[in-house]
């Protein structure tokens, strides 16, 4: 380098004495060296030829700037005698050239991987220019180039052409979202549902230039979301046309609960007017029926039992009702609840329908007691007078005969007193005959339909003291016995329980039982009451014992009769948790 203007130490940070002397190669950059060494072979060879090149030359820093270089040689010119060149630094022009590129790039790649489509439209030339993505999604490729914008208006449904002028007018005139949902027939697929979103870019007068924005495919969101309305609507339906009150409320998250409008009928209140929250809810409850209502929930978060309940609600006027009540908790995966759903059902009217019933049944059966009792006392009078009778004269005609020292005499009436008290005492064990069935008459009988028969005749007395009754037969159960009497037996226990269950605060539960073998059958009553002391239960078979009241006593009595009548075997014992069970053990073939 033979001469060099003071720019070149501004481009390159050397001092122009520094330069002077040296080759200009010597500080190209090693990938542009054979590029500078051709450029400058070919200047040689023609010397009418004008080089231009864009290379890096390193700067005194050791780091390298970009230069553009126009070189002719005026080798052969008497005035000049040397190569001419002209250095034009375009570092910056070359880097903002790679960050617009590296901005392409990252805009690529965005578009690439995103699922909707992107669409630009240039106003000037009424054409549209559409990504990759976007052509997948309608199915029209970039064969023909850019398309016109009336080609893909054209394409949209004809009920939803309008709609979409409508948008793009708005947000040209108005500036409003360009935000739309309409129907575009697709290649391949037919009409489907698309979301489209765009903005305009305006020029300095406030005037559209392009129009750019993304589309979407949202046909099966569209369908999912029609599919969940139908879903919300006919639950609406159902919810509204049945009696039942629903209700659902959220374990996770207790401020998210749902009363059904018949739930808030029921119970006299608006949604409006109720308190927030499920505990409200208990406050309704009657306070005798409140420890029922917690145990069944625990039981159902512990164990996932369903429970149904017939509890007292409070009105809002004031005054109870009776509600049949259901709940069920759902729990996720793991077991863990989550939320827990129900219903209420006001049973009011059959309450009272019930208690009508069962007063008259009450009446009827007290009726029944008194025409049997004087049925029984007008036999025992009938048949005992007469014996007694004549044993009370020959007693007077013997105690004669004595005073009259007439001695065989009265000793045949003493024969015959004696007759006249046999007499009497067969009376008495007749009636006890009777009472316990001496001699049985059998049949083929199956236990378990027994049992099912006789569950409806006490149906009332479960719903009346909201009892479960958790009953599991079996399929062998067929012995030879006299069916009625096993079904009183079962009456007997299954009463017995009820009237145990009846004041408890615990969850009321009768389970029956049933086992068999090829040997015997086995059936247990089970009741969850307050259960008996160890005296009472050691007496509990005993005639006359009673923890009734108003009992008798005879009832376990009769039904230790029965079965032992039978060849089989009657027991009571604590349960583990609460309450007793009877259970009894009958052969399958009695001996005669």
Known sequence: MLYLTPSVRRMSGYEIE???????????????????????????????????????????????????MTVVNRLHDDD??????????????????????????????????????????????????VSERYQELTGYGPSDGPRSVDFWLSIIHPDHRELVADALRDHMAARKPYDVTFQLLTAERGYRWFHARGQAALDADGKPVRFAGSLADVTEQRETQKALELSEER????????????????????AKYYHSPRWYEIVGYTEAEFPKGPAAYFDL??????????????????????????????????????VLTRGET??????????????????????????????????????????????????????????????????????????????????????RIGENALRAGEVIRRLRSFVRRDVVKTELVDVCTLIQDALPLVEHEFRRHSIQVNYH????????????????????????????????????VLTIDVSGDSQSVAVAVRDTGPGLAAEIRNRLFTPFQTT????????????????ESHGGRIAAKPNEEAGMSFSFVLPIRVSR
């Not at 965005?110 to 669409?119: C, N, S, T």
């Not at 639950?235 to 207790?254: Q, T």
């Not at 062998?476 to 079962?490: N, S, T």
């Open 473 to 508: 037969p079996c399929e062998v159960a067929k012995i030879y016995a006299d069916g009625i009497q096993i079904q009183q037996v079962v009456l007997n226990l299954v009463k017995n329980a009820i009237e145990a269950m009846a004041e408890s605060d615990q969850l009321r």
């Open 330 to 415: 759902v729990r996720d995966g793991t077991g863990r609840p989550l939320r827990i759903v129900g219903s209420i059902c006001d049973i009011s009217e059959r309450k009272q329908a019930d208690e009508q019933v069962l007063s008259l049944q009450d009446q009827l059966a007290h009726v029944g007691r008194l025409g049997a009792m004087g049925e029984m006392a007008g036999g025992l009078a009938h048949e005992i007078n007469q014996p007694l009778a004549t044993i009370h004269l020959d007693a007077a005609a013997a105690e004669n005969l004595l005073n009259a020292g007439k001695f065989a005499e009265a000793l045949e009436v003493v024969r």
């Open 18 to 68: 520094e330069l002077l002397g040296k080759r200009a190669i010597e500080f190209a950059h090693p990938d542009d060296v054979e590029p500078c060494a051709k450029l400058w072979e070919r200047l040689l060879q023609d010397p009418t030829e004008v080089g231009r090149l864009q290379f890096r030359a390193r700067r005194k820093d050791g780091t390298y700037c970009h230069l553009h």
């Open 285 to 322: 409850v009657h306070p005798d029926d409140r420890p029922r209502v917690e145990e069944a929930l625990r039981r159902n978060f512990e164990r996932g039992d369903r429970y149904a309940l017939e509890i007292r609600l409070k009105h809002r006027d004031g005054h109870y009702l009776w």
């Open 548 to 563: 009734k009241p108003e009992g008798l006593g005879l009832g376990l009595a009769i039904c230790r009769s029965i079965i």
């Open 80 to 129: 000049v005698g040397a190569v001419v060149a002209n250095l034009r630094d375009v570092t910056e022009d070359v880097r903002k050239a790679e960050e617009q590129r590296s901005i392409q790039q990252r805009y690529d790649l965005v578009i690439g991987a995103a699922q909707e489509g992107i669409w630009e439209i240039d106003v000037a030339s009424n054409q549209v220019r």
């Open 235 to 254: 639950h609406s339906l159902m919810v509204r046309g049945v009696n039942d009150g629903i209700w659902d409320w959220d374990l996770i998250d207790p």
